[in-house]
């Protein structure tokens, strides 16, 4: 039991200001028996043994001076990772575009951005999934580039994925060392391996957990406890993790802070991914900020740095997003009245409207419930409870929606919306099929007539409605997907539900499916929009909802909103508790 | 401490492992309950057999023997299929295999060179299937589909589509040999059941191959080499396949291009409704085991009464619809209640 230690981890979430100073870790005292490991000398390496207990600060050997900031005495601590200008390009986007960070042992780095600011692709860059087109990472004092993920952990990197990587099939012992199992001759040293496992599920706070339980039957905490576990079986000197609280109830969150507390006074340095400030405020030692892959704010004090800064440094924009500019309109008939819908475990009690011409836009992160929410409005998926009526009708399914004038633009635009290696005509023509057909056979030149003029009127390019819809570009593919509820066959849509509508698409092409948008509000079609990019949602919309954790928390007219308040609802009302001094 | 947080999370958890524990025994159960039930038809329909104590001993015998070599290739099946692929070219992989090893010049080493030659083009062909999925990026349906049909092709060629005679005593002495009362076939099917079940319980390997088809992601960022995985398991999958080349060559006391045909079939079925997923990283060796039992029970049960292979195969299909519907149906309620 790590019973001296955790005293002060047990305690709620510390007011900013006071926590620092009674950390055990930021005693001055105690800094000096902290291992100061050399870069890239292993033998002096902390010998992070589980179940050991860290000792509290001896009060006679150091009283820490009250005002002593946390960062100044990690400052001491040597750097282990340090990246100066790293790339990394997919295909079409600059995933990383000059990133700088720099990690000291013993410290909780926290990594803050938007969604798409590459957070994911620098641990995975890290975590040696991905390698950097250019830059120098040095880990250790030496040149770092790992070529798979198992060298990434034979060098001490081990890294906690957002998406849980576990196998459902195999027992918790068994996940927790997958990869690099104790074995003998090709056999599992399965006593080994179930008594390791326990001692770190008893330093993480869970004995309770048998090691030979299948993590299938395990509830999603238990999971991410797991994969924690997972994180600790390597010996590793640093460990990243890319949300961790996301599926964690509130006081599994306190036992989170505790292990990592215990980890960083052993010397490991810990890479905290996370969407809430609180949490960065209370776990965090130092804050590094991404923008649109770029670092543009490093090695910030976490406690005392005001929120504003970080969320001006989050969303400063180099790109200017261009909205057309919305009239203001009369209140016009309600077209999509949406009463109390729930879906357990993804939103609950959600009621909203949508009027004839209105652009209506969802805030919120990934995994508030905001996809699934468009997605049971459409009839795709069952409601719970609660109802969807378009002009007065019921919609209970994909049929009837579309039937009363629904089109949708899902959220993956190539797996769930078009036939890649279809040509564009038929993508447009997928939801009105029936509508071709002359004694059940399609006509393909009406097919490709009707298509083209759509194609001309949302200038799609090239206008070859012939080409496969794979050669277009994103925001093109996007215009098909748009364009399908708008051939005349499919009969008339009135309200459109579009999910990340410019994900994936460049600047210019935003601009146009922007025009796109207003011009068919304008029409009179409804506009019921989810995206994760704030200015979006508040550029594009005459309305603006809120959403966290499957409710909406927050409806205000667009041009009464700015955009640090909705990111601030959004990552769960900081701001609106008070900013630190 | 945390350990009265987690308490009530603890109950519930409890209790879905007691379900947990029972799914496999349930599902098994459920196997020995059909092997039950055709029991009890054979007994209705010919008691004057069931009458006779040593026909009961020697008919066991008789269904087991029957089983040997597709539980052998069922074995090797279940492996890949948990592995998350499948192998359409089992079937062929042992006709060229037997075909092979009893050309007249590989006759001329002898039993150990014939055995010999059989596992090793086994193996060969099966690396072939795991090279071109996992290197080539072939669709394991298409890789093992092409294997099946190019197999066959090539041990028609090597036969000259003769049918050839194995005059070999020792090999042909397998069918017919018994130690301690028990057919050397069956003892073989049941070191290979029980090197099986070992190596996918209580191996590295075994433990990974769960991995590689339940997640492949998962198991590709834990370090695991998935691809060079993969052409382990068709390796493996084309061992046993040359192990069943020599149990049928023995009991046939020859071997041909069309031997062995359709057994990706029933290895296939045998493994599904021992409670494999076809989607990969779940299965059971001995769950396979009983679904091979089931069937050379059937094939038995129409043979002492003798009834046509026609009737026998609809009986088969409507058997593996039943089974893989009570899977689903098993797996929903299974994950229903993991919900609530």
New interface residues.
Partial sequence: ?TAPG?AES?RPTSAPGNAESSRPTSAPGNAASRPTSTPGNAATRPTAAPGRVVPPPDPAQAVPPPAAPTAENRDRHPVVLELRDVVKTFPGVRALDGVQLEVRAGEVHCLLGQNGAGKSTLIKVL?G?HHADAGEITWLGEPFAPA???AA?RAGIA?I?QEL??????SVA?NAF????P?VA???R?RLMAYETRKILTRL????I?PR??V????A??KQIVSMA?ALSHDARLIVMDEPSAVLAH??VG?LFRIIRELTAHGIAVIYISHRLEEIREIGDRVTVLKDGRTTAANLPARTTATRELVSKMTGRTIEYVFPPRLIKAEKPVLLAVDDLTR??EFAEVSLSVQEGEIVGIAGLVGSGRSELLETIFGARRADSGTVTISGKRVTSVGGAVKNGIGMAPEERKSQALLLDQPVYRNMTLASFAGFAHAGFTDTGDERAAAQEVADKLELRPRDVTRLARTLSGGNQQKVVVGRWLLAKTGKTRLLLLDEPTRGVDVGARAELYQVIHDLAAGGVGVLLVSSEVPEVLGLSDRVLVMREGRLVHEAPAAEIDEATVLDLVMAGSLLEGEPA | MTTTEAAPKETTTTRVLALRSNEGLVRNLGLVGVLVILVIIGIVTRPELYGDASWVKNNIFVILQQASAIGVVTVGMTFVIIGGGIDLSVGAIIAIAGVWSTTLATQSYGAAGMIFTAIVVGVVVGSINGILISYGRLVPFIATLAMMVAARGLAAQISGKQTQVSANATINGIATTKIIGIPLLVIILALVVAAGWVLLNRTTFGRRTVAVGGNPEAARLAGINVRRHTVLLYALSGLCCGIAAIMLTSQATSAQAAMANLYELDAIAAAIIGGTLLSGGRGTIVGALFGVLVFSTITNLFAINNLSTEVQNMVKGGIIVAAVLVQQFRYKSLTNLLKR
């Fill in positions: 039991m955790n047990s975590a999934v798979s993920p198992q952990m890294t994925y990587d576990l196998v459902d099939e195999l068994e997958l990869g690099h199992e074995r090709g056999f599992n399965r706070g869970h004995p309770q048998p339980r299948l299938r039957t395990l509830p905490a238990g997972r006081d599994e036992n357990d475990g």
